[in-house]
């Protein structure tokens, strides 16, 4: 069975979010993210394959991950990066899920 591209990037359902982050200490913009990954924005560019520390609060938790930046384009006078989960540990993972789970 042949699977396309964009949708064997996207396994995981992804929800729409509109919070603040932080990427190895700098402050960025949550826009979406799932299970496997995030896309946020960024004031600076973040060169690709760049491994970064994220550090999000979600349901007043703060959750700190580690992940590499996959893609980052610039869009009018911000950055668009997407960073790909490197590690998580399995209850964290199970915490975003149910995050998602519930916004969505």
Sequence with gaps: MHT??????????RVRADLPLKLTGAEARLEDISTVGLLCSSPRPIPEMTVVRIGVELDTTLHEWDGAVVRCEQEADEWKVAV????????????????????S
Excluded: H, V
Aim: aromatic share 10%.
């Design 84 to 103: 790909f989960f490197t590690d998580m540990p399995d209850a964290s993972r199970a915490q975003l899920g149910s995050y998602i789970d519930g916004i």
């Design 4 to 13: 396309s591209e964009s949708s064997e990037r996207r396994r995981a359902r």
